[in-house]
């Protein structure tokens, strides 16, 4: 494959074109944001920490049934994926109270839910990634409902998987953040990453967190918790 020029750069990953048309090439970073972009900083060997482990858990996942962008793992940092358009939406699951479910309803961070919660942002920086409902998604053609219905779908079997594979390695799997892009046939996949920048993992025995949050609230040992997360999900 043939990495040609680049297509996009966000804040954590790079985006290449490729000689074919259907597929792109990730090249992920050590640089971390939080507070859409206003704290800065690297976090050594995360791009090659969160390239290994999304493309092991994505791996895993189509097995599972949960169709996703993967294609090929073709260095330490960079992944051959689908070209797909991204549904503007991010979608997260909570299992536990945390971050700003906790500080929008005025409640403790760890109340473990009877059921998983699902809620979706809209994907638009320039808004700050505001709260969005399923009516409005459809509302402002960012979605159809069909698509919702499948994205919802994929989210909750993401979430039954990535529990009990985290709670095998010792991790309670708090909250995680999903996309979903459009294949040009209109197939709804998996896309962008699973990763300690986009879920909170808190280890079972003693709620140490092992994700993003040790950077967005200056708690030190980052690259350490990135490194634990890895020793424990890929035995490296
Ligand atoms: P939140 O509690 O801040 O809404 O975050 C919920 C989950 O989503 C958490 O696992 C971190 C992840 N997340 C992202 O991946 N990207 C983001 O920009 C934000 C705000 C959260």
Redesign the pocket.
């Known amino acids: 494959m043939v990495k040609k020029e680049q297509l996009y750069e966000g804040k954590a990953k790079k985006v290449f074109a490729t000689d074919d048309p259907e597929v792109v090439i990730v090249d992920y970073k050590d640089d971390a944001t939080a507070f859409n972009g206003e704290k800065k900083g690297t976090i050594t060997g995360k791009g090659a920490i969160n390239n290994q482990m999304t493309n092991h858990l994505m791996r895993k996942l189509e097995e599972a049934g949960v169709p996703t962008h993967f294609v090929e793992e073709l260095s330490e940092r960079e992944t051959a994926v689908k070209k797909v358009s991204i549904v503007p939406l991010?979608v997260?699951i909570?299992n536990l109270s945390?971050?700003?479910?906790s500080k929008r309803y005025g409640v403790e961070e760890g109340i473990v839910f009877g059921q998983p919660t699902i809620e979706f942002s809209y994907k638009d920086d320039a808004l700050g990634?505001p709260l969005i409902n399923d009516y409005h998604a459809v509302a402002l053609g960012l979605a159809t409902w069909d698509e919702i219905e499948r994205i919802k779908k994929y989210a909750f079997a993401v979430n039954d998987f990535l529990k009990e594979t985290l709670l095998a390695c010792g991790i309670t799997l708090?909250?995680?953040?999903l996309e979903f892009g459009k294949l040009s046939d209109g197939t709804i996949v998996l896309a962008d990453e699973i990763s300690p920048?986009?879920?909170?993992f808190w280890d079972v025995k003693t709620g140490e967190k092992l994700?993003?949050d040790r950077f967005r609230r200056d708690l030190g040992n980052v690259e350490g918790a990135y490194q634990e997360m890895a020793r424990r999900l890929l035995g490296k």
């Open positions: 991010e997260i909570r945390a971050g700003s479910f990634d708090v909250d995680f953040k920048d986009t879920c909170r994700d993003k």
